[in-house]
């Protein structure tokens, strides 16, 4: 990804000159759609006549990723007319107003794009992440106007789209042929309509995301799993699906990554994944499902653990209570991420589990996770931080906290586990530079570590250590407990 916040405006127009005209993916973290025109748009040379003015200096790019403060009639008409290989263009925005019209896109806009009838990917995104600003300008006619010229797209994404109803999406289903990703976000009138009759088209999607769609009900997703091949499917905050649009899903058995967060769904709901689904899931995520209890576990795993599973997220769960945990550790499922914030029944109990956790026998003790977010989970102490020392966790590279633990805690805890990322702030956990490295803490387990002599050390000679130490013990009854 390229930053053009570190240049000022007339510099970085002397180094986008300099781009090669070989470039075929461009990424840009942030720049003004005023900018994009302007760079995008080709220079009159000295001895040209302004009808006749030079070539566009990217002819060769095919993939455009951009994130602009507005996204404009003029940006989207000068690219689509310029980048004559363009495949892929995902252009997103997050305005902190409604925009005026000549700042925003409108039917006439998406009129322009796919001029030149390369473009297989396109996502159109207007996030609502400082203001709730939509695209008020475009409605059914602008879809129809651009479906005309996208029948070979195979991957749509659009968000903030607040005018567009049934009709439109529904021309998108019925004359992109070839379509396998389609992506909604803010669908604020997409309805179970849409899909009603998609057994009638050729389509067969691989990836459906639909988020803050809650005019949506468990009817659509009885229409949906028609696509036998469906291998990620993103129902995030779509409120008003229930148990029942789990007993359909579960005859998808291609289904790798299942995301639930916000949707009305039960213990009873999640038993239905436990024999079909379940057995192919790689990521399941229900962070703020409400209704879920301790009991979801027994309910999804019910002695058929998924060796599959990887991620796992079950976070702002009111409910789930270190019972839920120890059951989770028990299965011996080889989790990679588990995410369980805004949890604030999880305690010190949790982490001593997921520490003595073994993996296929006796292997490294909690070896498999390499993210854990505890953030403001409610029962996390000091305690919980003997067990993130060496050699529980060997391969963790993430770790999400509650801000209020001691500071000499934390540096000497990044002291210990140099590649450890600490998150105090309640940001949320990703990858980085370091998840290759699963062999870093595979020796020297016999020494006592810096961080261990500080917590263990003779400074703290309170009654409160000495029932730290019962703690510890029964800790140790636990672990026994799991490797059974």
Not at 9 to 19: G, I, K, S
Not at 110 to 126: S, V
Request: charged share 25%; proline share 3%.
């Amino acid at each position: 990804m390229f930053d053009v916040s570190v240049f000022m405006r007339h510099n970085f127009a002397r180094v986008w000159a300099l781009a090669s005209s070989k470039l075929t993916s461009l990424d840009i973290g942030y720049i003004s759609s005023v900018m994009v025109t302007e760079l995008l748009s080709p220079a009159v040379g000295p001895h040209q006549p302004s009808n006749n003015p030079r070539s566009s200096i990217l002819p060769n790019l095919q993939k455009l990723c951009l994130r602009v403060d507005y996204i404009t009639d003029t940006m989207v008409s000068t690219i689509s007319k310029y980048l004559i290989s363009l495949t892929h263009l995902d252009l997103r925005d997050s305005p902190i107003m409604e925009p005026r019209m000549a700042f925003d896109l409108t039917n006439n806009g998406l009129q322009q794009i796919n001029a030149h009838g390369k473009l297989k990917h396109l996502c159109l995104i207007r996030s609502q992440e400082i203001a709730p600003t939509y695209f008020k300008r475009v409605n059914d006619l602008g879809i129809l106007l651009m479906a005309d010229k996208c029948s070979a797209m195979e991957s749509i994404g659009l968000g903030g789209f607040c005018q567009v109803t049934d009709t439109g999406y529904k021309t998108l289903l019925h004359s992109c042929s070839k379509l396998y990703k389609l992506r909604v976000f803010h669908g604020t009138h997409l309805t179970d309509l849409v899909f009603h009759d998609i057994t009638a088209t050729s389509l067969s999607l691989t990836h459906v995301s639909l988020r803050w769609c809650n005019l949506l009900t468990n009817l659509f997703v009885a229409r949906l799993v028609s696509n036998r091949d469906l291998c990620t499917l993103d129902l995030r905050n779509c409120r008003n699906l229930r148990d029942e649009a789990l007993q359909a899903i579960n005859a998808l058995p291609k289904l790798k990554s299942l995301l639930l967060d916000g949707c009305d769904i039960t213990d009873l709901g999640l038993s239905y994944l436990s024999k079909g689904v379940m057995n192919s899931l790689v990521s399941l995520s229900v962070r703020g499902c409400k209704r879920l209890t301790d009991r979801c576990f027994s309910s999804l795993f019910n002695g058929n653990s998924n060796r599959e599973l990887r991620e796992l997220d079950l976070s702002n769960l009111p409910n789930l209570s270190d019972a839920g945990v120890l059951y989770l550790a028990k299965t011996h499922i080889p989790i990679s991420e588990l995410r369980m914030r805004q949890c604030p029944l999880i305690g010190d109990t949790s982490v001593m589990a997921l520490a003595s956790m073994q993996i296929n026998g006796n292997v490294w003790r909690g070896s498999s996770l390499r993210l854990l977010d505890l953030y403001n989970c409610g029962g996390i102490t000091q305690l919980a931080f003997r067990w993130l020392k060496k050699p529980y966790f060997p391969r963790m590279r993430w770790l999400g906290i509650t801000g209020f633990v001691n500071r000499d805690t934390m540096d000497t805890l990044a002291r210990s586990r140099p590649y450890l990322h600490v998150a105090t702030r309640g940001e949320e956990l990703g990858t980085d530079q370091w998840d290759d490295l699963d062999n870093i803490y595979t020796q020297d387990y016999e020494d006592v570590d810096e961080f261990e002599e500080w917590l263990l050390g003779g400074e703290n000679t309170s009654d409160d250590d000495d029932d730290d130490e019962d703690e510890m013990e029964d800790a140790v009854d636990m672990e026994d407990d799991l490797s059974e």
